[in-house]
C-alpha cells in the first residue's frame, strides 16, 4: 500500500497527515487505533498529548489542543475511521491484519497475531514526533498486602524478580519489554526488528503515574477525546472542561 501511494513511514505528524491522505484508498483507512472510552483508549491518547508537550497540568493548552486536534481532522477527513472510538486495541490491529487500515498504532502485545495473521511485507516504525518523542508505559504492578504477614520475605521476592536473570527469563517468556534499562541491550530483545523499535521507545516512554484519582482523571480524558471525535464539541472545549475537572484531582 505504501509503495501504491508512493509514501514512506511517516516521522513526524505533518508526515503523518500526508501519509494518512494518501494511503487512505478503495475502502481502506490510512490509519486504525483505539480510541474507546476505556483506559485502552486514554492509553492511545495521552502519547499524543505528551508528543505536543503538554501533559495533564496543561491538558487545555494550545499544544495539548493540536493533539487532539490532529485526531478529529484525520477522522473528519475519513482517514480514520468513527468506528475507532468503539474499537479496542485488538480491534485496531485486526482492521491491519485483515488489509482495512494501512497503519495502525498499538502495542508490542499485539505482534504476534501480527506475525501470525498478516500475510503482506509490514513493519514497525516509533510514533510520528510532534514537538518532541513520546511513549506510554504499560505492564503490571507487584504490591504487598498490608495484612501479610511475610513483608520482608514478600520484598525480599520481589526484588529477587527484578534482578536481570529473573526478569529476563520471564519477560522473554511472556513476550514482554524490560523494565530495566541494562536490559534493552541484551541480543533477545534486538535480534527481531519490530520488538527493537518498542524496546528503543522506552527511552522516552512515560507512565500514567498521576496519583490515586488517576481513574476519574482518565475519565475525564476519554469523555473529552470521545466528545470532540464524535463532534459533540470542539477540540479545545473539550479539554477546557476536562481540564475543570483533572487540575483539582492532579497530586
Keep these: 500500500m505504501f509503495k501504491q501511494a508512493g509514501v514512506t513511514p511517516p ?14 484508498r478503495n475502502n481502506v483507512y490510512g490509519l486504525s487505533m483505539s480510541l474507546v472510552k476505556s483506559e485502552e483508549g486514554t492509553f492511545q ?5 505528551w508528543e505536543a508537550g503538554a501533559d495533564l497540568d496543561s491538558i487545555d493548552s494550545p499544544p495539548a489542543v493540536s493533539a487532539l486536534q490532529l485526531l478529529v481532522d484525520l477522522m ?3 482517514q480514520l475511521s468513527r468506528e475507532s472510538l468503539n474499537w479496542t486495541q485488538q480491534d485496531a490491529i485486526t482492521q491491519f491484519i485483515s488489509q482495512k487500515a494501512a497503519m495502525c498504532i498499538n502495542g508490542p ?6 506475525k501470525q495473521g498478516a500475510k503482506f511485507q509490514w513493519g514497525v516504525v516509533p510514533l510520528p514526533k510532534g514537538t518532541q518523542a ?29 534482578t536481570p536473570q529473573p ?7 511472556d513476550v514482554r519489554l524490560p523494565s530495566r534499562k541494562d536490559l534493552g541491550a541484551d541480543p533477545v530483545f534486538q535480534q527481531d526488528p519490530n520488538l527493537a523499535v518498542f524496546v528503543t521507545g522506552l527511552a ?11 481513574p476519574k482523571i482518565s475519565n475525564a480524558i476519554q469523555q473529552a477525546f ?23 484531582l492532579l497530586s
Design 11 to 24: 516521522t513526524n505528524w505533518d508526515e503523518l497527515r500526508s501519509a494518512a491522505a494518501k494511503l487512505t
Design 45 to 49: 491518547f495521552l502519547p499524543f498529548v
Design 76 to 78: 473528519k477527513q475519513g
Design 109 to 114: 502485545w499485539n505482534l504476534p497475531p501480527t
Design 134 to 162: 513520546a511513549s506510554i508505559l504499560g505492564g503490571e504492578n507487584w504490591a504487598i498486602a498490608a495484612t501479610s504477614s511475610h513483608v520482608q520475605e514478600a520484598f525480599d521476592f520481589l526484588k529477587w524478580t527484578q
Design 167 to 173: 526478569l529476563k527469563n520471564y519477560i522473554v517468556t
Design 204 to 214: 522516552s516512554a512515560k507512565p500514567r503515574a498521576y496519583g490515586p484519582n488517576y
Design 226 to 248: 470521545q466528545s470532540a471525535l464524535s463532534g459533540q464539541l470542539t477540540a479545545d472545549v473539550a479539554l477546557k472542561q476536562a481540564s475543570g475537572i483533572i487540575k483539582p
